[in-house]
């Protein structure tokens, strides 16, 4: 029999969004990617003095609802390093298109494996700013990334694998709007992956400052994605030693 789980909801606001630095160089073993990621979060507390909130390193499926909300005007969240299946809508980012007061909110998304069994919203997304870095997705029934109420959303150095079903290919999906007005929203992808015939609609003209506004790492090459998410979801700590 299959566990059900209650959604995790997250409610804090006027956090700082955690920025995690990264070296330019792509060869790098498992073991010195993990201690560069742990050192840089580390060193982020230290040096800004900032609060943050997020979670990390959970394995979530099989949820009543959404795995992970974020509504009501919560902001600076980091979603990272968990591994995600068998779910329907997987995360939602914003509490409706009327609530404007989501236009504050500032998520991250980074080093999660979305695997078999998710269907949509990897996450689906309203109003805010959205950086969605280094993850791997593996599977998707619909779509991966959508979002409705002019989101900006910046999809950097992720790998996207498309199911073999012929017209589920496109990774986005803009919601609740017809094309004259989506083809306005700032949707961007750089660096990514796509593979299997992956694509990714983008939108917007590209604003600057809209961009930087939703960047909080410096993303690393897809090609080190399945490095990065090798450790995603539940750590196997013991007590007395290193996870």
């Avoid at 507390?45 to 795995?67: E, F, I, K, M």
């Avoid at 919601?175 to 609609?201: P, T």
Wanted: overall charge neutral; some cysteine.
């Amino acid at each position: 029999m299959a566990t059900t789980f209650l959604p995790l909801i997250l409610l804090l606001s006027s956090l700082s969004l955690l920025a995690i630095a990264s070296s330019s160089s792509s060869q790098q073993t498992f073991e010195s990617v993990v201690h560069e990621v742990n050192q840089s979060i580390n060193g982020s507390r230290r040096n800004l003095g900032y609060l943050s909130c997020g979670t990390d390193h959970c394995s979530l499926s099989n949820c009543h609802d959404g795995l992970i909300d974020v509504i009501h005007g919560s902001t600076a969240i980091t979603i990272s390093n968990n591994y995600m299946t068998h779910h329907d809508k997987v995360m939602l980012l914003g509490h409706s298109d009327s609530y404007t007061q989501d236009k504050e909110m500032q998520v991250t998304i980074a080093f999660n494996h979305f695997g078999e069994g998710l269907v949509q919203r990897m996450p689906r997304c309203r109003h805010g700013y959205f950086h969605v870095v280094n993850n791997d997705y593996t599977h998707w029934e619909m779509y991966a990334i959508g979002g409705s109420a002019s989101p900006t959303i910046y999809s950097q150095g992720n790998r996207f694998t498309a199911p073999n079903i012929r017209f589920r290919k496109q990774v986005t999906k803009h919601e609740n709007a017809q094309e004259s007005e989506w083809k306005n929203w700032n949707w961007r992808s750089e660096g990514d992956l796509m593979l299997n015939g992956a694509y990714f609609l983008e939108s917007g003209k590209g604003a600057a400052s809209s961009y930087a506004r939703a960047s909080s790492l410096s993303g690393r090459p897809s090609s080190l994605v399945a490095t990065m998410t090798r450790t995603a979801g539940a750590l196997s700590c013991r007590k007395g030693s290193q996870c």
